[in-house]
Each structure stands twice: as structure tokens, then as C-alpha cells.
């Protein structure tokens, strides 16, 4: 079992910068592959970014490759989304998830969920 929490969302002009955070409990985070999604409004959840367990390998989509950063800490049990340039069409609720395996792209491919943080890019 893992349980996640995410942080670091909020308010932000079109062009700044955020970094959401995702705290995991349990002890064997390293294990885990992990992935960013986000949904707005009346829109599916779509993916954002996804790392491996090892961190070695990343994989974005080109709506936002170049600007967001994925990364983790295994030491802290946390994954990490820095999201620069930000866009108004950005504006989301952001979700970590988490899959024992590779690294995936497909929401149902993760067996663990974050309850959200809202992000909202003013323009």
C-alpha cells in the first residue's frame, strides 16, 4: 500500500513557475514507478510526466516537454513536478500516482492515487 500527498499548487501568472511535490508513506517507495496527471474542468484526466523507480528514465508528452521536470528523492519517499512557463491552459488539478513496474502512461496502469492540488495559471 501507498498513500500519497501532494503540495505546491496554487496561483500563478502566465510564464512563472511551480513545483508540486508528492509524499509517499510505506517503505518501499524506490520500488514504485510514478507519474503526474492532471485534469480541468469538464476534460479527462490526462498525463503530465511519469519516472521511473530508479529516476533513470522520464517520459513526457509534447504539450509540455521542455517545461516540466519530473524528478524524485527516494531517501525523502517524494516525487517532484517543476513546471515552468507556465500557460493558462495549464490550469488543472494535478494528481501523483504511483505503479509497481515500468514506467506507464495510461491512468489505469496506476494503482495509486493523490487527492489533488489545484493549479490555476492567470493571463
Known amino acids: 500500500q501507498v498513500q500519497l500527498v501532494e503540495s505546491g499548487g496554487g496561483l500563478v501568472q502566465a510564464g512563472g513557475s511551480l513545483r508540486l511535490s508528492c509524499a509517499a508513506s510505506g517503505r518501499t517507495f524506490s520500488r514504485y514507478a510514478m507519474g503526474w496527471f492532471r485534469q480541468a474542468p469538464g476534460k479527462e484526466r490526462e498525463f503530465v510526466a511519469a519516472?521511473?523507480?530508479?529516476?533513470?528514465?522520464?517520459y513526457y508528452p509534447d504539450s509540455v516537454k521542455g517545461r516540466f521536470t519530473i524528478s524524485r528523492d527516494n531517501g525523502k519517499n517524494t516525487v517532484y513536478l517543476q513546471m515552468n512557463s507556465l500557460k493558462p491552459e495549464d490550469t488543472a488539478v494535478y494528481y501523483c500516482a504511483a505503479r509497481l513496474g515500468d514506467i506507464a502512461t495510461k491512468t489505469f496502469q496506476y494503482n495509486y492515487w493523490g487527492q489533488g492540488t489545484q493549479v490555476t495559471v492567470s493571463s
Open positions: 519516472i521511473s523507480w530508479s529516476g533513470g528514465s522520464t
